[in-house]
């Protein structure tokens, strides 16, 4: 356990912070598998639409720091790759 108060206040925020990172990663799975069950499913109008809103929300978790810009390149390229494949 850590003596300073300076490092007490760290574990706490560190604790948050952690809890939101991982609420954030979350939904970001949920969007990316409502997604790929779209496009196995045919649906390509709304994997579309649908592609919009995981695109935003990576890179919303590139900008705050939860996935390295290159990780959200690829995953973009990959999932482009998928919808372009099926249509």
Do not use: W
Not at 32 to 58: N, P, Y
Not at 65 to 86: E, F, M, P, Q
Request: glycine letters at 4%; charged letters at 35%.
């Amino acid at each position: 356990m850590p003596q300073r108060k300076c490092a007490l206040k760290r574990l706490r925020v560190d604790k948050t912070r952690a809890q939101a990172n991982a609420q954030k990663r979350s939904e970001l799975k949920k969007e990316l598998k409502s997604f790929r069950s779209l496009v196995t499913q045919g649906k390509i109008d709304e994997a579309k639409a649908q592609m919009k809103v995981v695109f935003a929300k990576l890179d919303r978790a590139v900008s705050k720091g939860i996935l390295h810009k290159n990780t959200a390149g690829r995953r973009k390229s990959s999932l482009t790759l998928s919808l372009n494949k099926k249509a």
